[in-house]
């Protein structure tokens, strides 16, 4: 066969060649960055955050109907509800809409339809647990219980609370004690913890936090450690006073049922710019904790999807940097 008729078939078989090893080279990629960003080796499970989709859900992108199926497709195992993104769907909220109680079995069939766990809702704006004044302490109590009824029906275990009201920092621990106290009995009796996230002001005190844990003793209240919320003075939108991110999510895992992991921005390396995931990481690791980690993104560099996945895959490699 002469020359000019063999080269045609030449090039065809390398042209074949580097194609096979372009897709055995991509799917050998494929695998290690599935492997790298693994559930399996890590000591806990993974959770959304559902406020890290704040902006989608405002924004009219995404119903927050949609979010177990969302968190899902992002390979979650739970999700973290918050309260008032449904608040276009509740009659207590706008005109017309549905009941708390029409809600939940719509939330619930979710869940169930897409395979994730319903881990615990966020609760705000249903007022100040540790008020001063008992007639509105009291009141928080009452409009928080609703909330431990729709988390024992949806098979969280949980539900997360705030802890504002008084600004001396003695009145607002015994206040906490007394208001808190008396909502987590109430979530005992439902078989729910109830558990305070640090989330400014003297709640950012991991110290003072404790404290008021330790005075209530009561096996169904505990901690919330957020990463990143530990500034507890601000001014002008500065942080003016900022308690140890390390030292402060130290303290909380003491009394941690859940823990969230704040991120901001990232390097070209993946790495939080503002938080040591490694670091963190091994904190919670080193507390014997092994429950979901919930993913919250709050950055503004990358869309919510991508902040969400590179929060996730810094805690998985975070914590296979342990092993």
Known sequence: ????????????????????????????????????????????????????????????????????????????????????????????????????????????????????????????????????????????????????????????????????GATEKEAWISNSVLGLGQLARYGKSKGINVIVENHGGFSSNAEYLTTVMERIQMDNCGTLPDFGNFCIKRENGTCVELYDYYQGTETLMKHAKAVSAKSYGFDAEGNETTLDYPRLVKIVKDAGYTGFIGVEYEGNDLSEEEGILATKNLLLTSAASLN
């Open 1 to 164: 066969m002469q020359l000019k008729n063999i080269l045609p078939f030449l090039c065809l078989l390398l042209t074949l060649s580097l194609v096979n090893c372009k897709e055995k080279a991509d799917a050998s990629a494929q695998a290690n960055t599935e492997k790298s960003t693994s559930t399996d080796q890590a000591f806990f499970k993974l959770s959304l955050a559902q406020w890290s989709l704040h902006k989608a859900i405002y924004g009219g992108k995404l119903d927050p109907l949609d979010f177990a199926e969302t968190a899902k497709k992002y390979g979650f195992q739970g999700i973290e509800y918050v309260n008032n993104l449904y608040n276009k769907y509740l009659k207590d909220t706008t005109e017309a809409g549905l009941t708390l109680d029409e809600l939940l079995p719509k939330l619930k069939a979710k869940s169930e339809e897409f395979g994730v766990e319903n881990v615990l809702i966020m609760v705000d704006s249903e007022g100040n647990l540790a008020d001063s004044d008992e007639d509105q302490r009291n009141q928080a109590v009452e409009n928080h219980k609703k909330w431990v009824d729709a988390a024992a029906y949806l098979g969280c275990h949980a539900i997360r609370v705030n802890l504002n």
